[in-house]
């Protein structure tokens, strides 16, 4: 196996421009086989251009893109058959009930099965994993917006996919559901088969079920590693806070086991109720993307002088 078979994702210098804007400028990243990659960014950072583009459903401006060792552009029904996607939202089939709905998508995957993978998932084994077995013969239209969430996660996943593109797949899920869905992932990534790309606002979702993360803003990839890694990328932000003489102090510093240290030497056991707060995710998140912005901002002003 040549390393590029390795690689579920392999994206380099992806560029996209709608009318005269630019929205990618150059996204350049690699994901392997089994990896759960989270894409997080702002608001309008290209993450769901991102994301169409890989899947086969938006053409790219330039740039070279391979999925499952295909180029989406070219992408035949045998390599959409091994890609599962989760779209933002889903508005068809509100006649449908679900259980109807799933096996019929599903019956689009039998012909890809192989000795490896049976497909399709079986659908009220599908539906029992998303929670809905006692919806299961609802209408689409009679559902909450949460259930038809999972019907949306459902669908992506009917076909047993190599890889998993899910577009904030929890946005307006309660916390249960929520919580579900994040059992769900494990599990599916837990079986080592399935590379899972997600975007999503929410960090402590991106810490729970991400291997690793990817921050997008302006059309570039500003970030990449885990969530531990990128929290040591922006040295500096640890809280350390104690107790001296009665008194609460809190102070930040770049190195706490050396600040620590000092505190020891110069109060001795006068000190009490040390507490050491490490960078949040969403601390480290901001950060890297005002860096970003201001860098980009940097950049502009030094092109127009
Ligand atoms: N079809 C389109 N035509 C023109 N501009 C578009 C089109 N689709 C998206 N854009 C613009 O491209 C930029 C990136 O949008 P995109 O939806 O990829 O961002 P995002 O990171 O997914 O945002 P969000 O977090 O809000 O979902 C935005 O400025 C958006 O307005």
Known sequence: MTRNDELALDVEGLRMRYGSTDVLHDVTLQVR??????????????????????????MRSAGRVSVLGVDPASGDEAWRARVGVVLQSWRDHARWRIRELLQHQGSYYAPYSDSEVQRPWDADELIAAVGLTEHAHKKLRMLSGGQRRRVDVAIGMVGKPELIFLDEPTAGLDPEARR?????????????????????HDLAEAEKLATRIMILDGGRIVADG????????????????????GERHTESTTDATKFIFDLFKEHG??????????????????????RAEERAQTDTIGGAA
């Not at 950072?45 to 459903?57: C, P, Q, R, S, V």
């Not at 579900?180 to 999503?200: D, K, M, P, R, W």
Request: proline letters at 1%.
């Open 226 to 245: 885990t969530a531990a890694e990128l929290r040591d990328s922006i040295a500096g932000e640890d809280q350390v806070s104690w107790t001296l003489d």
């Open 33 to 58: 086989r089994g990896e759960v990659v989270c894409l997080l960014g702002p608001n309008g950072a290209g993450k769901t251009t991102t994301i169409e583009i890989l899947e086969g459903f938006r």
């Open 269 to 290: 056991d006068a000190v009490a109720d040390l507490d050491i707060k490490k960078a949040s995710l969403e601390d480290t998140y901001l950060t890297i993307v005002s």
């Open 180 to 200: 579900e869905f994040h059992s769900l992932v494990a599990e599916v990534s837990g079986q080592g088969h399935t590379t899972i790309v997600l975007t999503t």
